[in-house]
């Protein structure tokens, strides 16, 4: 079972690696396009890494990798 933690930064950060060549993932599914959503977390996937997190507004914790 994965935990979800989010946090919040102005720049978004890739949890894993740090870098800053992070772009919005699509949502996947009920959990993420419904209650996700609702209370404003957004997935983000990383171009350097490829690890995939939430995060609200900035930095997340890591979600999946793909």
Not at 44 to 49: I, K, P
Request: with cysteine.
């Amino acid at each position: 079972m994965k935990t979800l933690t989010v946090a919040s930064n102005k720049r978004h950060r890739c949890p894993t690696c740090g870098s800053r060549d992070v772009r919005r993932s699509q949502m996947k599914g009920l959990w993420e396009r419904g209650l996700l959503k609702t209370v404003g977390v957004k997935a983000y996937r990383c171009e350097r890494c490829d690890v995939r997190y939430y995060g609200r507004g900035g930095t997340g914790t890591k979600g999946e990798r793909d």
